[in-house]
């Protein structure tokens, strides 16, 4: 039997994600930063293609994107609600990590293998900041799938997207746990 490593596995069991308006200041700085971004890129990546990277969004920068909100809002018709729903997302935000998919060419890796790999560089980056005591939580909406937004604010090339937005601060309360899925109606073992 392989020697259990307790303390990560009860963390898995137990993770809870933050909602991103209970966050606050302080943000990690930058040395406080690095770890969790070296534990997101850890991810596996089929091929070592580092179909991801990452942007760093600090308070100057979340002010910015969210005096973008409105305007790419109207012309896609976005109901008041939505628009101010997204805007709060980065006006409210001290530090967010926008992780971007960023699939490179490749004859062996499918581009959906490099989607998947920037998927769970962003469940990385998450749980390490939750494991480093952290307040965390993975966030899209409609701005992160505007190419007008998403070129505009973050300037992205035309082949990548936004996987998530990584919100990291200090929480204010903890939530209490919501309901899990039901392991047997989601699993099939095969035997045979």
Same mark, same amino acid.
């Given at each position: 039997?392989?020697?259990?490593?307790?303390?990560?596995?009860?963390?898995?069991?137990?993770?809870?994600?933050?909602?991103?308006?209970?966050?606050?200041?302080?943000?990690?700085?930058?040395?406080?930063?690095?770890?969790?971004?070296?534990?997101?890129?850890?991810?596996?990546?089929?091929?070592?293609?580092?179909?991801?990277?990452?942007?760093?969004?600090?308070?100057?920068?979340?002010?910015?994107?969210?005096?973008?909100?409105?305007?790419?809002?109207?012309?896609?018709?976005?109901?008041?609600?939505?628009?101010?729903?997204?805007?709060?997302?980065?006006?409210?935000?001290?530090?967010?990590?926008?992780?971007?998919?960023?699939?490179?060419?490749? *004859?062996?890796?499918?581009?959906? *293998?490099?989607?998947?790999?920037?998927?769970?560089?962003?469940?990385?980056?998450?749980?390490?900041?939750?494991?480093?005591?952290?307040?965390?939580?993975?966030?899209?909406?409609?701005?992160?799938?505007?190419?007008?937004?998403?070129?505009?604010?973050?300037?992205?090339?035309?082949?990548?997207?936004?996987?998530?937005?990584?919100?990291?601060?200090?929480?204010?309360?903890?939530?209490?746990?919501?309901?899990?899925?039901?392991?047997?109606?989601?699993?099939?073992?095969?035997?045979?």
């Amino acid at each position: 039997m392989p020697a259990p490593n307790q303390a990560a596995l009860d963390f898995l069991l137990t993770r809870r994600s933050r909602s991103a308006k209970t966050l606050t200041g302080p943000v990690p700085d930058r040395d406080a930063l690095l770890p969790l971004l070296t534990a997101a890129a850890r991810t596996p990546d089929h091929g070592k293609l580092e179909p991801w990277r990452f942007i760093v969004l600090e308070k100057a920068a979340l002010t910015r994107l969210a005096a973008l909100v409105p305007q790419h809002g109207e012309k896609l018709g976005q109901p008041e609600d939505k628009i101010a729903k997204s805007q709060a997302q980065f006006a409210d935000a001290d530090l967010a990590v926008a992780v971007i998919s960023s699939p490179k060419p490749s *004859e062996k890796i499918p581009e959906i *293998e490099q989607v998947y790999s920037a998927g769970a560089v962003c469940l990385a980056l998450l749980n390490a900041a939750l494991a480093a005591g952290w307040g965390a939580n993975w966030l899209s909406g409609w701005p992160s799938h505007d190419r007008g937004f998403v070129s505009e604010g973050l300037g992205l090339f035309e082949n990548e997207t936004v996987a998530g937005f990584i919100h990291i601060g200090t929480e204010t309360s903890a939530p209490p746990d919501r309901p899990r899925p039901d392991l047997d109606a989601i699993t099939t073992w095969v035997s045979a």
